[in-house]
C-alpha cells in the first residue's frame, strides 16, 4: 500500500493566495520529501525534510513535519500560475536495504491550479 | 544540473511487441530507478539497480525485466507487451546513500 497519501486530491486557488497541501503516511521514516509535476513531465525535487526536524523552508515554500501526526504539510506562499503542477510527498523507511539505497515511497500526489 | 534522458516521449506498440525503454544518465549515480506513473495509484517501482549488473525488484516487477550493462545506462525491458503496461514510465537516478532523485522526462507508452 501507498505509504504517503496527499490531502487534498486537487486544489483550485488564485494567483497570490496561499496553497497547503498535506500528506500523511504509515510508518516511521528517515526523511519526507517534496516533488513537483508539471502537467506530462518528470518529477522535479522540491524539498528534504529530515525526522528530526520540524519545519524547514526553501524560498516561497515551507514545510513541516510532525512525526508524532504521522503527517507533513507544504506550504506555497503567493503562488504563480507556474506554480501549476502536481505535488507529490515520498517518504523512505528507517531500514537500510542492500547497496545503501532506502526504497522512497511515493504518495499519489495533489493537483494544484493557480488561476491568474 | 543532472541530466536524465530517455529514449522517447511517447511510444505506441501492439500487444506481444518486446519493448525496450532506454533511460541514460550523465552525472555517474550509482541508483538508478523505474517507476510507472497510473492516475490515482501515484508512482510505483518496477525495478532499480545500485551498481553495474547489480538489481533489485521494486513494488511491481511482473512483466518486466532490466539491463544495466553500464553505469549510465539502465533499461527496462518488457518482454511481451500487454495494454495494462499502458502507461507513463519514468526512469530516475540519485546518488548513493541519497534520498533525492532526479527524474527524467517520462516515456507514455501505449499498448494496443
Known amino acids: 500500500s501507498q505509504q504517503g497519501e496527499e490531502d487534498p486530491q486537487a486544489l483550485s486557488i488564485q494567483e497570490g493566495e496561499n496553497a497547503t497541501m498535506n500528506c500523511s503516511y504509515k510508518?516511521?521514516?528517515?526523511?519526507l520529501q517534496w516533488y513537483r509535476q508539471n502537467s506530462g513531465r518528470g518529477l522535479v525535487h522540491l524539498i528534504l525534510?529530515?525526522?528530526?526536524?520540524r519545519e524547514k523552508h526553501s524560498g516561497r515554500l515551507r514545510v513541516t513535519l510532525d512525526t508524532s501526526k504521522k503527517s507533513s504539510s507544504l506550504l506555497i506562499t503567493a503562488s504563480r500560475a507556474a506554480d501549476t503542477a502536481s505535488y507529490f510527498c515520498a517518504t523512505d523507511a528507517s531500514y537500510l536495504r542492500p547497496g545503501g539505497y532506502q526504497k522512497v515511497t511515493f504518495g499519489t500526489g495533489t493537483k494544484l491550479q493557480v488561476i491568474p | 544540473d543532472v541530466k536524465v534522458t530517455q529514449s522517447s516521449r511517447y511510444l505506441v506498440k501492439r500487444t506481444g511487441e518486446k519493448v525496450f525503454l532506454e533511460c541514460v544518465q550523465d552525472?555517474?549515480?550509482?541508483?538508478m530507478f523505474w517507476y510507472r506513473q497510473d492516475p490515482g495509484l501515484g508512482l510505483r517501482l518496477i525495478y532499480f539497480s545500485y551498481d553495474v549488473k547489480m538489481k533489485e525488484k521494486g513494488d511491481i516487477p511482473e512483466g518486466y525485466s532490466v539491463s544495466r550493462e553500464k553505469k549510465e545506462r539502465f533499461s527496462l525491458i518488457l518482454e511481451s507487451a500487454s495494454t495494462n503496461q499502458t502507461s507513463m514510465y519514468l526512469c530516475a537516478t540519485a546518488l548513493a546513500d541519497s534520498y533525492e532523485q532526479y527524474f527524467g522526462p517520462g516515456t507514455r507508452l501505449t499498448v494496443t
Open positions: 525534510i529530515r525526522s528530526n526536524e
Open positions: 510508518t516511521s521514516i528517515n526523511n
Open positions: 552525472m555517474d549515480h550509482e541508483n
